[in-house]
């Protein structure tokens, strides 16, 4: 499995373009907490003063129970502080970045006796009482903040076992910054990509539930809330489960978004779910409570909606199927500098850096309407991934032979394998659930199964030249003498730059070596009045029929054309009409 951007809304994975259309990063306000991880072997000038902490922020409360490490920065320096609490006023030395001192500390109370302090004083005194480089502190370990669930690991033969003493320490990461936070990052490895591949490298566990099947699932489920003690193999609830204080909080979504309390006949009531008490609010105030959280806030943050529900995603761990699209990245930025881009600076800027920074395509989707992935497995991990309805025909031939199927589908449905007629292509069914119940055999006699994932809809919309042509099975030499293909010239919405754009590019360059188009004109957007994307989520889009029917179609046209150049977005006022 890997770590991935995953919509419990939609159900399914998304790709890193589809993650990057506009207006999926939004700005949201959400409440965020600086834990406090009881050291468990401090150095001797940690412990002088009240109980040792290392201090770490999180912007996502919900996964802290989830975590299995803290992260420090090679290069980082760090302080031990004596102060106190300031909602509990209990006596605490905390650890941090020296560099993000005073963004947790009022520098006036800097120097104040540590003794004078009374409770409910608005200057809380500290004093720096030591001073480390990252290095210094990587191996020290610390209490799990919430031990409801002991994290667990697999052994080859896919049995787990309890592996909490290789959990609960500092480990190094280089992407750690004092831009923000405190220097010291919080690691979830089942909820974020960085933290899960830190985690690996140190050799540190991640917290896994164990199901009723004997897989391993992080603690929330695919539709956002965590798991049910009854969805849970009994020996790992029994073994590793403080169900006394789990109980509380199974069930619970992790965000409002997924409640379906808060979705009524197909709406989602947005404003309901944000004035709703959240999950991550709760588990502030329980922190709070039990002298766990340094300092609560709300804080503005950038976070990743899903293009389909606009509701928030999760980074989660999933099995996928990947196109190794980073295999091709040079030559794709090479051959991205012979297309005519209007604006260039499209080309340049924000397609050429998307190229730069490349990731591998996710292809599979978790849906039921799309093209079904074509390739089979058996129980061995042996795989076949098919290329046409002949070969898969074939293929069926051999299974029924094999006695995997009792007859061939498509045969008895009377299809003629090459014949490319519509008559003959409208007796077979190509698409889920029907193409799921074909059993093929692999080459050592086992019965091989439909991986049960759909290919990524942006990619039909890359094979679009030739999948439109029935290339290669027709028209073949329109598609290789490079009559018909590449194209003179496309034009779409700038926000296709990562969308459509990029998958006819990506798979031109991968299949072919070559463009998919020569010239392009990436259109602007037409904005409402203030600037605002239209949309009838929002109530500001402006219906275009109307608007012609009232100012008729001229005046329409001249007001655009005049008001901005094709690849400048419009500001669309009725007004100015």
């Given at each position: 499995y890997?770590?991935?951007?995953y919509?419990?809304?939609?159900?399914?994975?998304?790709?890193?373009?589809e993650l990057?259309?506009?207006?999926?990063?939004?700005?949201?306000?959400?409440?965020?907490?600086?834990?406090q991880?009881?050291i468990?072997n401090p150095?001797p000038e940690?412990?002088?003063?009240?109980?040792?902490?290392?201090?770490?922020?999180?912007?996502?409360?919900w996964?802290?129970?989830?975590n299995t490490?803290?992260?420090?920065?090679p290069?980082?320096?760090?302080?031990?502080v004596q102060?106190?609490?300031p909602y509990?006023?209990?006596?605490?030395t905390v650890?941090?970045?020296?560099a993000?001192?005073y963004?947790?500390?009022?520098?006036?109370?800097?120097g104040?006796?540590l003794?004078?302090?009374?409770?409910?004083?608005?200057?809380?005194?500290?004093?720096?009482?030591?001073?480390?480089?990252?290095?210094?502190?990587v191996?020290m370990?610390y209490?799990?903040l919430?031990?409801?669930?002991?994290?667990?690991?697999?052994?080859?033969?896919g049995n787990?076992?309890d592996?909490s003493?290789?959990?609960f320490?500092?480990?190094?990461g280089?992407?750690v910054?004092v831009?923000?936070?405190t220097?010291?990052?919080?690691?979830?490895?089942?909820?974020?990509?960085d933290?899960?591949?830190?985690?690996?490298?140190?050799g540190?566990?991640?917290?896994?539930m164990i199901n009723?099947k004997?897989?391993?699932r992080?603690?929330?489920?695919l539709?956002g809330?965590?798991?049910l003690l009854?969805?849970?193999?009994?020996k790992?609830?029994?073994?590793?489960v403080n169900?006394d204080?789990?109980?509380?909080?199974?069930?619970?979504?992790?965000?409002n978004?997924?409640?379906p309390?808060?979705?009524?006949?197909?709406?989602?009531?947005?404003?309901a779910?944000?004035a709703?008490?959240?999950?991550d609010?709760?588990?502030?105030?329980?922190?709070?409570?039990?002298?766990?959280?340094?300092k609560?806030?709300?804080?503005?943050?950038n976070?990743?909606h899903c293009?389909?529900?606009?509701?928030?995603?999760l980074?989660?761990?999933?099995?996928s199927?990947?196109i190794?699209?980073?295999?091709?990245?040079e030559?794709?930025?090479?051959?991205?500098?012979?297309?005519?881009w209007?604006?260039?600076?499209?080309?340049?800027g924000?397609?050429?850096?998307w190229l730069?920074?490349?990731?591998?395509?996710?292809l599979?989707?978790?849906?039921?309407?799309?093209?079904?992935?074509?390739?089979w497995r058996?129980e061995?991990g042996a795989?076949?991934?098919?290329?046409?309805?002949?070969?898969?025909?074939?293929?069926?031939e051999k299974s029924?032979?094999a006695?995997?199927?009792?007859?061939?589908?498509?045969k008895?449905?009377?299809?003629?394998?090459?014949?490319?007629?519509?008559?003959?292509?409208n007796?077979?069914?190509?698409?889920?659930?029907?193409?799921?119940?074909i059993i093929?055999v692999?080459?050592a006699g086992?019965?091989m199964?439909?991986?049960a994932?759909?290919i990524?809809?942006?990619?039909d919309?890359?094979?679009?030249?030739?999948?439109?042509l029935?290339?290669?099975f027709?028209?073949?030499?329109?598609?290789d003498?490079?009559?018909?293909y590449?194209?003179?010239?496309?034009a779409?919405?700038?926000?296709?730059?990562?969308?459509?754009?990029?998958?006819l590019?990506?798979?031109?360059?991968?299949?072919?070596?070559s463009?998919?188009y020569?010239?392009?004109?990436?259109?602007?957007?037409?904005?409402?009045?203030?600037g605002?994307?239209m949309?009838?989520?929002l109530?500001?889009?402006?219906?275009p029929f109307?608007?012609?029917?009232?100012?008729?179609?001229?005046?329409?046209?001249w007001?655009?054309i005049?008001?901005?150049?094709p690849?400048?977005?419009?500001?669309?006022?009725?007004?100015?009409?």
């Open positions: 890997t770590i991935q951007p919509s419990p809304a939609a159900g399914t994975g998304l790709s890193s373009h990057n259309q506009p207006g999926c990063y939004r700005d949201v306000k959400d409440l965020t907490v600086v834990g991880f009881k468990k150095k940690m412990a002088e003063w009240g109980t040792p902490y290392f201090l770490a922020w999180t912007t996502t409360p996964t802290l129970p989830s490490a803290l992260c420090v920065g290069k980082i320096d760090y302080v031990a102060t106190y609490n509990t006023s209990e006596k605490i650890v941090l970045a020296k993000l001192l963004t947790h500390f009022n520098k006036k109370a800097e104040m006796a003794e004078d302090y009374k409770p409910g004083d608005k200057l809380v005194p500290f004093k720096v009482v030591g001073e480390y480089k990252g290095p210094d502190l191996g370990e209490e799990q919430f031990p409801w669930v002991k994290p667990v690991e697999l052994d080859e033969d787990w076992r592996a003493a290789k959990a320490r500092v480990i190094p280089d992407y910054t831009e923000d936070g220097g010291i990052v919080h690691i979830a490895p089942t909820f974020g990509a933290d899960a591949f830190v985690a690996k490298a140190a540190i566990p991640s917290l896994f009723k004997g897989e391993t992080p603690m929330v489920d539709t809330k965590f798991y009854d969805e849970l193999d009994e790992f609830v029994a073994e590793c169900t204080i789990y109980k509380e909080y199974q069930g619970r979504w992790v965000k978004a997924y409640d309390a808060f979705t009524v006949d197909g709406k989602y009531d947005e404003k779910a944000q709703a008490e959240s999950l609010v709760y588990i502030c105030m329980k922190m709070k409570q039990a002298n766990q959280a340094f609560m806030e709300k804080h503005v943050h976070y990743p293009w389909r529900t606009d509701k928030p995603v980074y989660y761990p999933l099995d199927w990947f190794r699209s980073t295999a091709c990245k030559r794709m930025m090479e051959l991205n500098k012979t297309i005519n209007k604006p260039e600076s499209t080309g340049t924000r397609f050429g850096k730069e920074n490349l990731n591998d395509w996710n599979s989707r978790s849906r039921y309407w799309g093209t079904p992935l074509p390739i058996d061995d795989e076949i991934c098919i290329g046409s309805v002949e070969e898969l025909y074939n293929e069926i029924v032979e006695g995997f199927m009792t007859e061939n589908p498509y008895k449905l009377g299809f003629v394998p090459g014949k490319y007629t519509k008559e003959n292509y007796k077979i069914d190509l698409h889920r659930p029907y193409v799921d119940d093929l692999s080459p086992k019965p199964k439909r991986e994932d759909l990524d809809v942006w990619f919309s890359g094979s679009m030249p030739y999948a439109q029935h290339y290669p027709e028209n073949k030499e329109l598609i003498s490079g009559s018909y590449p194209a003179d010239f496309i779409e919405g700038v926000d296709q730059t990562r969308g459509w754009f990029f998958t590019h990506a798979i031109a360059t991968m299949v072919f070596d463009v998919a020569k010239n392009v004109i990436s259109n602007g957007l037409v904005l409402d009045k203030n605002n994307k949309s009838k989520r109530g500001n889009a402006v219906d109307s608007t012609i029917e009232k100012f008729g179609s001229d005046p329409l046209r007001y655009m005049t008001n901005s150049a690849w400048d977005n419009l500001k669309f006022d009725t007004e100015g009409v």
